[in-house]
């Protein structure tokens, strides 16, 4: 449940600016479009509504609203300024209670039930940025209105038919069950003669325990029943191309060293009886020739050859060995594991019809990555292959719908995957090519417990790719526990390459001058120019937003509080160039491909290195130049060692003065050190807080 969990906890600490009326009305680039008052994209439609009216409840949202008057009421203002900043932040709920059923279905309202639930749950029923209570909505048919809390329980009120009403009473019910193991289910094909009753013991106190051992191996000997009545997966498709086989290792090491410097090995024991990893493959031809409409479809792409990680990955890929790719996004990486997927789909003994499921999983960290996948799979024909796009605030039930009329590929996000699992609306028995994108990612924003719960049930012999773009302990865990002795292809340890073609910028000031000086350096843009500003939270980046709006400043949003269809009109409005200001969060430092973005600021240092890497390789792409400007202040001095490394690495002017800030981090350190200040903890010197990332309690 990280997924809300995460939200709800960010949303606890927003501290919303108060309104404020247009200071002027410069508006930085004209729109070239004309008027996009019927475009409804909410950011841009409330502000022109507003500006220099201080009436909230005057946004475009009102206007349809009144087609819906049954559900009209006050809290209309909350929706239309919540990418505003304006949202009222008693609690996070708050929002949804106002607001009704604004922009949600117009659903008969029926008869009328009030539940109650555990207030600390509540996130759970709502969802990020509503999309669970609007997914609720629509498979039940009821309506949910989030009544009042005495603190430890809130009312809920559902309306409906009474088939609604039960069924979304029941779907509520399971979200709010904390997660348990399965009991392992017994299989209907084996003659299984168990009980429940047989997996209980008498402890020494006399008390009836589960007895886990036995559960576990029953448990095990099912699974292996279940899984020996599959078909075997078909994995090898590898030809080696003479010209390949006969490269000789000197003549592989100098391919590797002159493309990115790609490293290759097997990740854990090079056990006897394992084959050598197999040279890299210098043209299409050589990996694909077998695959005419492959080579075809490359063929439309205009690709000149492979890049450096789909030379390495397509013959480890193709001949089914499980394969970690270190790479970042604009590597190739996605072309890398789909077309051996693509492959390993139409390769399968079983007709594609006749199958249980779909073939491939690909998790992505994000919905912006997912659709980014997705619409690389869709540019390659082959087969008829259909895949689907699984995403969190995407419609769920559209999706099902896609689902239940078959699939070969899915791409998911790990909240939306689980979710239609658990609920019996994918099979999962019949993957058997499982790629986990930007694995690194997905751990950091916690979501192993989905991942784990979504893979325990897929057949051990699958085939699996990783892509991540840092080893973290947390990977390598992954990699253990789901992959068979894979290969690991580093593309550069941290690939720096786009870093090298920024002019990365250091701007020192105090926190409290960062924004003004923000506004200074917009206000000094030219007009062909497109910058990314990234800010550390979600209120921050809202907050930029509005204040740009209210200096006529027009700018897009991208943080994990806007709604999918608003976070994917924001991107296409970047792309497209109808804005060119896009105020973020680290949603998007990876992964966003804007091919002509000039600057990235990062107006909030990220709280890892490695973030600042991924941020500034936003621009400088596909053979282009960029800028960054980074404002750094006293409590990011924590960073000034690592970043003067990344500096220097890619030969950018250090500045003293950051020399001087990591001179004094560490002097300070090691003063610590020798007082004893070993105890950051409550109670110790460090008070509270004192961690990594909280240089701002040190003065130097
Ligand atoms: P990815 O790293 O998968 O996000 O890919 C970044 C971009 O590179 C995508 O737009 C791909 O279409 C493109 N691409 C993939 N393979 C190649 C290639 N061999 N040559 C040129 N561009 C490629």
Redesign the pocket.
Known sequence: MADWDDEWQEDQVVVTPAPRPPQNTRVYRPNPGGSRDNRGYSDRSNWRETRGNDNRSTNWRDQSDRNNPGFRNQGSRDQGFRDQGFRDQGSRDQGFRDQGFRNRRNIPEGNKKTITVPSHKVGRIIGKGGSKIRDLEYESEAKIQIGDSNGALTNITLLGEDASIAKVEDMINSLLEDYKPAVPKVNSCTADNNTSDDFFKSNEAGVEVIDWDKLNAHYEEQQKIRYEQLPPIIKDFYKEDPQVAAMSPKEVKHWRLTNNDIQVKRTFDDKPGLKPIPNPVVTFDQAFQHFPEILEEIRK?G?????PI?SQAWPILLRGEDMIGI??????????FLLPALIHIDGQTVPRDQRDGPTVLILAPTRELAL?IEK?VS?YKYKNIKSVCLYGGGDRKEQIKVVAKGVDIVIATPGRLNDLIVTGHLNIINFSYIVLDEADRMLDMGFEPQIRKSLFDVRPDKQVVMTSATWPNGVRRLAESYMKDPIQVNVGSLDLAAVHTVTQQISFVDEDDKEEALYEFIRNMESSDKVIIFCGKKATATHITTELAMRGIEAQSLHGDRDQSDREAALSEMVEGTVNILVATDVASR?I?IKDLTHVVNLDFPRHIEEYVHRVGRTGRAGRTGVSLSFISRKDWGHARELIKILEEANQEVPDELQQMAERFEAMKLRRDKEGGGNRGRGGRGGRGGGRDRGDRFMF
């Open positions: 792409q690709f000149e050859r492979p890049s789909q790479a970042q996004t604009g590597t190739g990486k996605t072309l890398a980014q690389e540019k992964g491909d």
